[in-house]
């Protein structure tokens, strides 16, 4: 029989299990270079960030994390100075175990907010690990570090000599403001720090920040990049590209496994003055509960675009007669839609994946924001979220 061993990158090491955050199910996971590595980050903005991410964002200067350690299904954030101390407790024997400092580990938190760790069992789990640990298994972590997902996310391509991984994390509280809820790359290509740093940032702008599943930005965002080099270097335009399509495979999911969703919606804005103005159109039409229900419910309603364009009203170089607004192929704006074309339109709202192009007629900006509609599902789950 063929070998179906997925190829992963050299040289890195993990392990998962269950600390009693979740009633079934690993609920922990660490993922750790067995060599020093470079590493880039980038982490939420949210005011009520919680103290994983001020202890990661603290480290991150100094591009030397080798891995990171993720508790799932609790935030740990808003727990006041025990809080901090808990995480800066996990952090550290995690670190202790695998014989790294603790600054060179990212630590991440997801899940309720408001609630403590339950350190007891969480100690006890600690107590339990051993070094090494086995050889990554990067479907394992992407499923231990889920809270509402329905599926673990995880990609990994060659590039040259190399390999990159990526997983994440999230369905709900996601309009991210940095990078994203949780997402982690892997690499034994050997980059420097100055251009891992720039390209993952790049890489970032263009995907997570791109993704909207309900304009909530989450108190625990983290995106992180750990390359230790084994593989030797690599073409770095090259090793960008790959790690885009990474990580917009990756925002895809997540956005089709938006919690409740049933159908992927992607805004490709043109035309626009410039690519932000461009996002800021797409954000605005992908946010829209009116659009996310008018997708939902198949119906070709495309005045619910028109609407959420025109609730830009500092945009005052959008005229409406110049933007062109299409469910895919289909011309909705300015020339009106006849009933035949609407009965496509509806046909074509049926599918899992739904494509509205903007054109603004302005210049030659452009971006593409993803999203997902909204369901009765999405306010089940989040009504039914802590209890």
């Not at 954030?77 to 550290?92: D, K, N, P, S």
């Not at 993803?370 to 599902?377: A, I, Q, R």
Request: a negative charge; glycine letters at 8%; hydrophobic letters at 45%.
């Amino acid at each position: 029989m063929p070998n179906m061993k997925p190829v992963t990158p050299r040289g890195f090491r993990s392990a998962t299990m269950n600390m009693g955050l979740k009633d079934v199910d690993d609920d922990f996971a660490v993922v750790v270079s067995e060599v020093p590595a470079r590493s880039a980050a980038v982490f939420t903005r949210s005011r009520f960030a919680g103290p994983s991410v001020v202890l990661s964002r603290e480290a991150a200067p100094a591009q030397r994390s080798r891995g990171m350690v993720v508790l799932s299904r609790n935030a740990n954030v808003a727990t006041g100075r025990a809080g901090a101390a808990h995480a800066e407790e996990v952090r550290r024997r995690v670190a202790e175990i695998a014989g790294v400092a603790p600054e060179e580990l990212v630590i991440g938190s997801t899940g309720v907010i408001g609630r403590p760790y339950p350190m007891e069992s969480i100690r006890a789990g600690l107590d339990s690990l051993v070094w090494p640990f086995p050889e990554a298994d990067y479907a394992a972590a992407a499923k231990a570090i889920m809270t509402t997902d329905t599926r673990p996310k995880y990609l990994s391509v060659r590039c040259g000599d190399a390999v990159l991984t990526g997983i994440a994390k999230g369905v709900g509280m996601i309009e991210p403001n940095m990078a994203t809820l949780l997402t982690f790359f892997f690499t034994d290509a050997d980059i420097p720090a100055g251009e891992l740093d720039a390209l993952f940032r790049r890489v970032m702008d263009k995907t997570f920040n791109a993704l909207s599943i309900d304009t909530d930005t989450s108190t625990s965002d983290t995106a992180a990049i750990f390359a230790n080099g084994l593989a030797g270097p690599v073409d770095l335009e090259a090793f960008e590209q790959a790690l885009y399509e990474v990580a917009l495979h990756l925002v895809r999911d997540i956005a089709s496994d938006g919690e409740g969703a049933s159908k992927l919606i992607e805004v490709q804005v043109t035309g626009a003055r410039d690519d932000a103005q461009a996002k800021r159109v797409g954000k605005a039409v992908v946010n829209s509960p009116l659009v996310k229900t008018a997708v939902h419910g198949s119906d070709p309603n495309w005045g619910r675009i028109a609407m959420a364009i025109g609730k830009l009203d500092e945009e005052t170089d959008i005229e409406p007669p110049r933007v062109r607004i299409q469910f895919d192929d289909l011309l909705m704006h300015p020339e009106e839609p006849d009933d035949a074309l609407l009965e496509q339109a509806a046909q074509y709202l049926k599918g899992d994946e739904v494509i509205i192009k903007i054109d603004l007629g302005i210049a030659d900006g452009a971006f593409t924001v993803y999203g997902c509609d909204l369901t009765e599902g999405y306010v089940r789950i989040n009504a039914d979220y802590t209890s």
